[in-house]
């Protein structure tokens, strides 16, 4: 330890309520508040989704209570077309920006980043609050397009133009809706880029003595990579907002072209581009998949390593692989625009690097199996929960082989399998992440240990259930069913309806397992086994400090940092796991520099 | 097995020296408040965190070029025009600032080291700064008022939506940097003016100049 008085914390320990809950400057508090923000996302979210497939299975099925969600988009409770693609729109927005994005990346990233690299706090802790406080007012906007005008948008989340551009002669949402949703998007941008700078300096310029960068844990990889993608791509999502919202509310021409006639009605516009919209959106929208994805490829490394009680096959070039998953992210965009009339040597070149980003993808993957292999897992329900992101990463994955391809693609487009890739590769993957990272930070977080049977039976519930949910979908897919068709009446379409009634039945038993979580998370909170200091006999700093830990985590005394992060069953070792901290001489240490 | 004797740590005294971490940054004014003392060094998260902020500037204005370039190229309503002349004027008057901006953070820093003794006030090339900044702003003011009393409001043609988007862009950033200078003047004047505050301040200033260059001769080229 070194003392730490000569650069005192930058902010004294809040005394207020105020202070100290709401408006924090302390890194912890606000990584809680991300997650408290993603858990309420996620909700809302999944009860979304649970009423969009209760349509899909049984169309003309009045959903008691549903008129007081919108009077006009559900007359008698029954959901019209539109406003199950508004729903649509509003889960997967949700889902993308205000959890995937916020609980594995913001939350624990805030509440472990500092800790992990050995830092009282982030070099910025007012940027740092008012991310979340802007995050969180653009969630407020995002749901407020429930209650304004004709609802919310219904152009799903990637927005296409024109239909995204010309108002609402385009359908209910498309006025009002669109604008409250870009607007939302750009201040979420804002949030993220206020988090991203401070994630980006914390990483480089925080770290306490001996704390080297190949001394850091995965999991700081896992962020610091994801911040640089942030940083990036959503510097370029928010002029595409701008400009979709001036084509609203200013008259301009940027997305649609002349002569568009919608609904029988001659449009002003002149000249816009379709395509530019396309270009932009998906320039961020394809490494926002690897935003979503990346931090659980730390947090799911750092969690096995420590149950597996040795580090994996190569710490290097596990580092390596997911910062070349970064670089190549920005170069694959195009394949979301196979079929939107880019020219053909376009989609061949993005063919290419779709194609060259299975590679690192399948080295994290060989390299996790291959550490897993002949080791003696400790099994909990947080390894439980890192195993499943393995299973879905690889299962949503190989469907990418498929995809990747231009002329599967055209055949498989904006079908099911589509679907069916995303949601496992993508959503349910850093899901399980998630509920992985907060089984084993939870006692470090709040002090109090989760119950481990409960997290069990939440496991196999939630890991048979997501496969009966998505496993389907690549079948429809494959079928030719079309994905955000609201109704199957086609002569084609209408045998699969049953197999839509199972998967919303899967979809409703595995959305009520997720509150034996939620029941877990608040029951552990308040009546949980009080936790130790280090509970999973980890080696990296946060292990190193109280639980809770302090306001400054670490005391009056910075650790200084001798090893690499996981330094377990050390041949000629003390004990079978050393701590970072622990200054004993190590003849066989597993050193990287 | 090849013994590997364990280094004792080795990166503490490098790292004390140079700043690059173990909350080097830091540097807390002296409890008497003696300008004179503000310790020099420049700390490590201020100087990333303004080069991490202008990387992500930087890809907004890629972002609205590359925007107009592919509008441009599916154009066939592309209206060439012709900018206000006084987008030349405020030109020089963004280069001017930071020109002055130099000279005051090189008298200031030389100030902080005990260098001058002058009666002077560190704080008199900030107020010049400041000034062109406003000036600038101004300009660019005029050249909207003078376009929109043409007739050539925002929607008039893709060509002035782009000029207005990117020109209150970049003001709106200038804004940001004209806050930075009046809350630089403020710890400059209470004596609690971090060397790494004006080091960052400057960097962005200049930045703003670069950009608004590049931005002119993109609009000159495009419009």
Redesign the interface.
């Known amino acids: 330890m070194?003392d730490?008085s000569a650069?005192?914390v930058?902010h004294g320990a809040p005394t207020s309520f105020i202070r100290k809950y709401v408006f924090s400057l302390d890194h912890k508090v606000i990584g809680k508040q991300y997650y408290a923000l993603a858990l309420v996302a996620v909700v809302w979210g999944m009860v979304l989704s649970w009423l969009m497939r209760i349509h899909l299975g049984w169309t003309n099925l009045p959903i008691p209570g549903l008129h007081l969600l919108s009077s006009t988009g559900a007359p008698g409770n029954v959901m019209t077309p539109e406003y199950y693609l508004q729903l649509m729109t509003m889960h997967g927005t949700i889902m993308v920006f205000f959890v995937l994005t916020t609980a594995p990346f913001a939350a624990f990233g805030n509440f472990f980043l500092p800790i992990q690299v050995g830092?009282?706090d982030m070099?910025?802790p007012h940027f740092n609050m008012m991310s979340f406080w802007v995050t969180f007012v653009a969630f407020l906007v995002l749901v407020s397009s429930f209650f304004v005008g004709d609802g919310p948008t219904l152009g799903g989340w990637t927005q296409y133009a024109p239909l995204s551009a010309v108002g609402s002669v385009s359908g209910p949402g498309q006025g009002l809706g669109v604008v409250l949703w870009a607007a939302s998007i750009g201040i979420f941008c804002v949030g993220q880029?206020l988090g991203?700078?401070n994630f980006?300096?914390?990483t480089?310029?925080?770290?306490?003595?001996?704390?080297?960068l190949m001394r850091l844990p995965l999991t700081c990889w896992g962020w610091f990579i994801t911040s640089v993608m942030g940083?990036?791509a959503f510097?370029?999502l928010?002029?595409?907002c701008?400009?979709l919202i001036?084509d609203h509310v200013?008259?301009?021409?940027?997305f649609v072209p002349?002569n568009l006639v919608i609904n029988g009605q001659l449009l002003p516009h002149?000249?816009?581009?379709t395509?530019?919209w396309q270009?932009?959106f998906w320039?961020f929208g394809h490494p926002e998949v690897y935003i979503a994805i990346v931090p659980g490829m730390g947090i799911v490394s750092h969690v096995l390593i420590t149950n597996m009680r040795r580090r994996m096959l190569s710490h290097r070039v596990l580092i390596y692989s997911m910062g070349s998953l970064a670089v190549l992210s920005y170069m694959v965009y195009g394949h979301h625009m196979f079929v939107s009339g880019m020219n053909p040597y376009s989609s061949l070149a993005f063919s290419f690097p779709t194609l060259v980003i299975t590679i690192p993808s399948t080295i994290v993957v060989l390299i996790w199996l291959g550490s897993l292999y002949g080791s003696k897992l400790r099994i909990n329900s947080a390894s439980l929960f890192a195993l499943g992101f393995i299973s879905m990463f690889i299962s949503g994955g190989v469907s990418g082989f498929f995809l990747a391809q231009p002329s599967i693609d055209i055949m498989l487009h904006a079908t099911y399998f589509v679907v069916a890739h995303f949601h496992l590769v993508m959503a349910v993957a850093a899901i399980f992440g998630i509920f992985s990272a907060t089984y084993f930070w939870f006692g470090k977080m709040t002090g109090h240990m989760m119950n481990e049977t409960l997290g069990k039976l939440h496991f196999w519930l939630s890991f048979v259930g997501t496969y009966c949910i998505f496993m389907p979908f690549h079948y429809l897919g494959i079928a030719g069913n079309v994905r955000r068709y609201q109704a199957f009446t086609d002569d084609y379409l209408i045998p699969l309806i049953p197999l839509h009634r199972f998967i919303t039945v899967a979809a409703i038993l595995t959305g009520l397992a997720q509150f034996i979580f939620i029941y877990n998370l608040i029951y552990s909170r308040f009546k949980g086994a009080p936790a130790p200091d280090n509970p999973w006999e980890g080696t990296s700093l946060e292990w190193s400090t109280a639980t809770p830990p302090p306001h400054n985590n670490f005391g009056d005394k910075?650790p200084?940092?001798?090893?690499d992060p996981y330094q377990y069953n050390v041949?000629g070792a003390s004990t079978e796991y050393v701590m970072q901290t622990s200054p004993e001489?190590?003849?066989?240490?597993h050193?990287e520099n | 097995m090849a013994t590997i004797i364990q280094p004792p740590p080795q990166i503490e005294a490098e790292r004390l020296v140079s700043h690059s971490g173990n909350g080097g940054w830091r540097n807390l004014v002296p409890a008497d408040g003696d300008l004179r003392r503000v310790k020099n060094s420049s700390p490590p998260p201020a100087s990333t965190g303004i080069w991490v902020g202008l990387a992500a500037i930087t890809m907004t204005f890629a972002a609205f070029t590359s925007a107009l370039i592919v509008r441009q190229g599916s154009a066939q309503d592309w209206r060439h025009i012709t900018l206000p002349p006084v987008l030349y004027l405020n030109s020089l008057v963004i280069i001017a600032s930071s020109f002055t901006l130099e000279m005051a953070r090189r008298r200031i820093a030389a100030f902080m080291g005990g260098l001058r003794t002058s009666a002077e006030s560190p704080a008199r090339w900030l107020y010049v700064t400041l000034f062109l900044g406003l000036l600038f702003v101004a300009g660019q003011t005029f050249a909207w008022i003078q376009l929109k009393s043409q007739g050539f409001g925002l929607a008039s043609n893709v060509s002035y939506s782009f000029f207005y988007v990117l020109t209150v862009a970049h003001a709106l950033h200038v804004f940001g940097g004209l806050g930075g200078l009046v809350r630089a003047i403020g710890k400059l004047n209470h004596n609690v003016l971090r060397r790494s505050t004006l080091d960052a301040t400057s960097r962005y200033w200049h930045f703003m100049g670069i950009l608004w260059l590049y931005l002119l001769l993109l609009l000159w080229m495009k419009l």
């Open positions: 070194h730490m650069h005192a930058q830092a009282e070099p910025f880029l991203s700078l980006i300096t914390t480089l310029d925080m770290r306490t003595r001996g704390m080297s940083l990036t510097a370029v928010m002029p595409a701008i400009l001036l200013a008259g301009t021409s940027f002349s002149t000249g816009g581009s395509l530019l270009h932009l320039f910075l200084v940092v001798y090893h041949e001489q190590l003849k066989n240490a050193e």
